[in-house]
């Protein structure tokens, strides 16, 4: 038995597979990427009956497929844990949080749910347009954006909204 797991090997091949780890499940973890070290590492927190799991910065150092991944399994995963993790990512943050503490110089600064601390601190959003079709115009996209964001406003450098 593993980490209060009943069949730990059929769970740690499961791991494996849902985490994409299954090819190097023979390699010395010495000689494997960042990414998939912090995959491993967060699989064996993960692993087992912990009613209580602290996850520093789960995704740091992977490509934007593999912090995908990592999201939708602690995602999964906090339905019947306690899961405090740290991050720099804000939209890991917003994605993952139920409740945001936003720390400065190592002291709480805010808390509160990520709309909340959107609501109170954002800046909004920029969306960067990079027109590939000179013949075509930027009217019908600021248009379609104008539906749904009615306070959109448009900045001409960089073409950005």
Not at 81 to 108: P, Q, S
């Amino acid at each position: 038995m593993f980490k209060n797991v009943e069949d730990s090997v059929s769970t740690i091949e499961k791991i494996l597979k849902d985490y994409n780890l299954s090819t190097i499940s023979h390699t010395i973890v010495s000689e494997i990427s960042g990414g998939q070290k912090r995959k491993l590492q967060t699989s064996i927190a993960l692993l087992g009956k912990a009613e209580f799991i602290l996850l520093d910065e789960p995704s740091s150092g992977m490509d934007p497929v593999s912090r995908r991944e990592m999201w939708h399994i602690i995602q999964k995963e906090k339905a019947d844990k306690l899961i405090i993790l740290t991050t720099h990512y804000m939209d890991e943050a917003e994605f993952l949080a139920d409740r945001v503490a936003i720390m400065t110089a190592g002291k709480i600064e805010c808390v509160g749910t990520p709309f909340f601390l959107k609501n109170k601190y954002g800046t909004g959003y920029v969306f960067k347009v990079d027109k590939l079709d000179a013949s075509k115009d930027l009217d019908d996209l600021e248009n379609h954006l104008r539906k749904h964001l009615p306070d959109l406003t448009f900045k001409e450098q960089g073409n950005e909204f």
